[in-house]
């Protein structure tokens, strides 16, 4: 008997909110990469570990988070733990690969091809992972056409976003990259789900709903779970957004303060002013601390 199953429990609430993890975790995750990229003072390993692990837990969290509108009309459905972490894992060592190979092979278009594909299967891994870890009273079953699909939507949408955020500087290319990864880790999974089908066992396993699956909702067990990395993300975010070099306004998010900064070395004619009577409101012809008065005076 086929199982009937619905991915929006929750109605637009799941999808939007793995929608916005998604972007998150690939907003931070392309942030680092791209950081490691552009300046070589940095300490790259640690740059691209951060972008690994964060893009990793983007992936395996939007999974989760949209698994919670997940159901199956009649049955009660478990996780099995050792798989929901391995799917993390996977995820964050996958997508490991395909960073460092761009971090210390450059941005070429080998090497950002290369790492698009692996962070596509990353996003393939962690779905299917994930889904081996349902328990339930039934099997699950994919159509091959739509998961040929969901693989070439994650493949092409996570190399368009690296290549995006390797080859373009400026926020709407850092905007574009994020929203391009979110498109490959929400599509994956959405185009997965429709691909499955579950074939529920026979009226005489009956006494399994009475079991401990079925005293669980879905949200008490994905809970706890997706607790952690989210903390994580939200970490990686503030270590990100206090980066000096953003803060400062000389990383990637804009081409004009580096330039801005090159005229002011350039021009050592002006006097240095002591900076206690620095003001950014004086007129640049006006000295700093000198103020007009009658002539004769």
């Known amino acids: 008997m086929q199982g009937t199953v619905d991915d929006f429990a929750f109605g637009a609430v799941t999808p939007a909110?793995?929608?916005?993890?998604?972007?998150?975790?690939?907003?931070?995750?392309?942030?680092?990469?791209?950081?490691?990229?552009?300046?070589?003072?940095?300490?790259?390993?640690?740059?691209?570990?951060l972008g690994a692990a964060t893009i990793g837990c983007g992936i395996w969290t939007m999974h989760f988070v949209a698994m919670v509108g997940f159901r199956i009309q009649g049955i009660p459905i478990d996780y099995d733990a050792r798989l929901t972490s391995l799917g993390l894992v996977v995820a964050v060592a996958v997508v490991g690969l395909g960073v460092?190979?761009?971090?210390?092979?450059g941005a070429t278009p080998v090497t950002l091809t290369a790492a698009g594909i692996l962070t596509g299967l990353a996003v393939v891994a962690t779905y299917y992972i994930g889904m081996a870890a349902l328990e339930l009273n039934g099997a699950l079953e994919y159509d091959s056409l739509t998961v040929a699909v969901s693989v070439l939507i994650a493949v092409t949408a996570a190399t368009a976003a690296l290549w995006t955020a390797a080859s373009y500087r400026g926020f709407p290319a850092a905007l574009g990259a994020t929203l391009l990864m979110g498109v490959a880790l929400t599509g994956t999974h959405y185009t997965g789900m429709a691909a499955l089908g579950v074939h529920l066992r026979g009226a005489t396993d009956a006494s399994y709903m009475t079991g401990t699956y079925g005293n669980a909702s879905p949200v008490s067990i994905l809970l706890p779970m997706i607790i952690g990395p989210v903390v994580f993300l939200i970490l990686s975010g503030v270590v990100v957004m206090f980066d000096p070099q953003l803060v400062l306004g000389g990383g990637d998010w804009s081409r004009a303060t580096p330039r801005r900064r090159r005229v002011a070395v350039a021009a050592p004619e002006r006097p240095a002013q002591p900076p206690q009577n620095a003001s950014l409101f004086e007129p640049r012809d006006q000295p700093v601390g000198r103020h007009a008065g009658p002539r004769g005076r």
């Open 100 to 105: 460092f190979a761009v971090g210390y092979r």
């Open 17 to 49: 909110a793995s929608y916005l993890v998604a972007c998150v975790g690939s907003a931070l995750g392309l942030r680092c990469v791209v950081r490691s990229l552009n300046n070589r003072q940095s300490w790259k390993p640690g740059w691209l570990a």
